[in-house]
C-alpha cells in the first residue's frame, strides 16, 4: 500500500489521481458519505469533500481544493 507521505508528496505536486486521492482520504480520516453518479461526498467532522469522477484523471480545480483542504489540515494537526 502507497505511504500517506507519498500521496501528499504526488498532491502537492498535482500528479495524483482519483483512486490515489481515495486512498489518502480514507488515510487522513476522511470517509465516503454518499455518491450520486460520478460524484463522491467525502466528510470529516463538519467538513465535506465533493470529488468528481468522470474519468481517472482529476481536474486541477479539484486537485486544488483537495490540496488546499488536506495539506493545511495536514499543518494544523502537527
Given at each position: 500500500m502507497t505511504s500517506a507521505s507519498k500521496l501528499k508528496t504526488k498532491l502537492q505536486i498535482g500528479s495524483i489521481d482519483?483512486?490515489?486521492l481515495?486512498?489518502?482520504l480514507k488515510q487522513m480520516g476522511?470517509?465516503?458519505d454518499r455518491t450520486r453518479?460520478?460524484?463522491e461526498v467525502w466528510i470529516n467532522g463538519a467538513r465535506?469533500?465533493?470529488l468528481a469522477?468522470?474519468?481517472?484523471d482529476l481536474k486541477p480545480y479539484q486537485?486544488?481544493?483537495a490540496r488546499t483542504l488536506l495539506?493545511?489540515?495536514?499543518?494544523?494537526d502537527g
Open positions: 482519483a483512486h490515489e481515495r486512498t489518502l476522511w470517509r465516503l453518479g460520478s460524484h465535506s469533500f465533493v469522477t468522470h474519468t481517472k486537485i486544488k481544493g495539506l493545511s489540515e495536514d499543518q494544523s
